[in-house]
């Protein structure tokens, strides 16, 4: 067992029968590529957490509606969804990671390093998802709960549908308020059987498009809606710099 692992396993207070599940949840697929010996499209898949990301965020998804209907048993399905999106976006995931300091555990190719892949919203919490797999598929679903449990409790506590963001809306405001059109959504991918379905859709404004994963179309939307939200304030923050600059 590598150190770095080690530390990683006592970081998430997760103990593990097979750390090669933990240790392939941390592996991004530029690592494998880069580091796999004559490395074919089939040892990387055996190797990078890709997959195991899918497992994760089926389970996290069912914890996390779990948890919401346990705790909010008056709460129309509607209420439930926003704040579900909410609480199994990317940004919260990469919030909880970054908070767990995960990415100093990832394993990065070269040129992934290089741009900082570590700090990217979207790397940080697919690799979450990869971790709470590997919880699991080592130990079962009662720990992955208690686990997803423990790391999700300050997001949970302050989940309601007030404070559950709506990014399709927010972003159509935003727009509006510069006096751009409403965004257009497109379904560009449709992935899996009919039981689990996991969708593709880009965010189009003006100036760019954005894509979202989800497993249900609305759920892709509002990715795509909170990546865009991203861009767009960045954006008109470095204006407001250069402006003031001037």
Request: charged share 25%; hydrophobic share 40%; with cysteine.
């Amino acid at each position: 067992m590598s150190p770095k692992i080690a530390k990683l396993e006592n970081l998430i207070g997760c103990k593990f029968q097979n750390l090669k599940l933990l240790e392939r949840a941390v592996t991004h697929r530029s690592w494998a590529y880069e580091n796999l010996p004559g490395a074919s499209d089939e040892n990387v898949r055996a190797a990078e957490n890709e997959s195991m990301e899918f497992v994760g965020d089926s389970v996290v998804g069912l914890v996390i509606a779990e948890q919401l209907f346990m705790s909010n048993p008056n709460s129309s399905e509607g209420d439930l969804t926003l704040m579900k999106h909410h609480l199994v976006s990317t940004a919260t995931l990469a919030r909880i990671a970054e908070g767990l300091g995960l990415g100093e555990f990832i394993c990065v190719g070269r040129g992934e390093e290089k741009t900082g892949g570590r700090k990217k919203q979207a790397l940080l919490a697919n690799t979450l998802e990869a971790v709470i797999a590997a919880v699991f598929l080592d130990s079962g679903y009662v720990a992955a709960r208690v686990f997803v449990g423990r790391i999700f409790a300050d997001e949970l506590k302050r989940a309601t549908p007030k404070n559950s963001i709506d990014y399709k809306t927010m972003l159509q405001e935003l727009l509006q308020s510069e006096k751009h059109p409403a965004p257009s959504y497109n379904v560009v991918k449709t992935e899996g059987p009919p039981h689990d379905r996991k969708f593709s859709v880009e965010a189009i404004w003006k100036s760019g498009k954005t894509l979202g994963t989800g497993n249900s179309i609305k759920s892709a939307e509002m990715m795509a809606a909170a990546e865009a939200l991203n861009i767009l304030r960045s954006e008109m923050a470095n204006t407001s710099k250069r402006a003031a600059k001037n």
